[in-house]
């Protein structure tokens, strides 16, 4: 059962323009979020969260916006640039104490020149 | 800067051996996790541990164990390795100052099982 769900495993979008990543969830705990940036061989990067008491949180040129009602959440990244070029998690997490995050499975942004 | 190192980038290990993988934070905070990464599975998670001499299952942790002596290191351990546990494993840690379980990644070892 997929708590965690990204369902375009890859977006391709022009320099300069948005790129829109999406993530959806199911399971109603939920109360923060996380989306990660990953380069080939290398570990994951924080990249920005948003907890369920907001529905948005921008950081430079990422925004994630949260809609719980739908349980949906979207990272935006304008300008896209080649080096956002990258895979994309989203993560959630019942904050507990316990820290485990649940993983989407990715989604591969190519940002072309 | 936080930072999370694992014991070898690369490893080809032959079927049946025994393999360790370690993973050393600098940070002094308790928690500590294992995941594997495949494509098209994204980040899965095997084991984790909450301090010293504790441990609790992920998602998939079948074939796979774990040591934490001290609390700054946490090894996976792969009993009798299997071509099917070739993968990225990706050790990560919480830091002091995180909110909501941001967690800090290694670089990873790309395990590869012949």
């Known amino acids: 059962d997929q708590q965690v769900k990204q369902n375009s495993p890859s977006l391709s979008v022009q320099e300069g323009r948005i790129s829109i990543l999406n993530c959806d969830y199911t399971?109603?705990?939920?109360?923060?979020f996380l989306w990660y940036k990953k380069y080939p061989a290398e570990g994951p990067t924080f990249l920005i969260s948003i907890s369920s008491i907001k529905d948005k949180n921008e950081d430079g040129r990422f925004t994630v916006f949260l809609n719980k009602s739908a349980k949906h959440l979207s990272l935006h990244i304008v300008p896209s640039q080649p080096g956002d070029s990258a895979v994309y998690f989203c993560?959630?997490?019942?904050?507990?104490?316990?820290?485990?995050?649940?993983f989407g499975k990715g989604t591969k942004l190519t940002v072309n020149p | 800067d936080v930072k999370v190192t694992q014991s070898s980038r690369y490893l080809v290990k032959r079927t049946g051996e025994k393999v360790f993988l370690e993973c050393v934070q600098d940070m002094d905070h308790e928690n500590m996790f294992w995941y594997r990464q495949d494509p098209g599975l994204g980040l899965r998670l095997i084991y984790f541990?909450?301090?010293?001499?504790?441990?609790e299952k992920g998602d998939i942790p079948e074939g796979y164990s774990v040591s934490r002596e001290k609390k700054e290191r946490f090894s996976l351990i792969l009993e009798s390795a299997s071509t099917n546990q070739t993968s990225m494993y990706l050790c990560?840690?919480?830091?002091?100052?995180?909110?909501?379980?941001?967690?800090?990644f290694g670089p990873g070892t790309r395990l590869t099982v012949t």
């Open positions: 993560a959630a997490t019942a904050w507990s104490g316990s820290e485990k995050l649940v």
């Open positions: 399971n109603s705990m939920f109360d923060y």
């Open positions: 990560a840690a919480t830091g002091p100052g995180t909110s909501g379980g941001e967690q800090y």
């Open positions: 541990s909450y301090d010293v001499k504790m441990k």
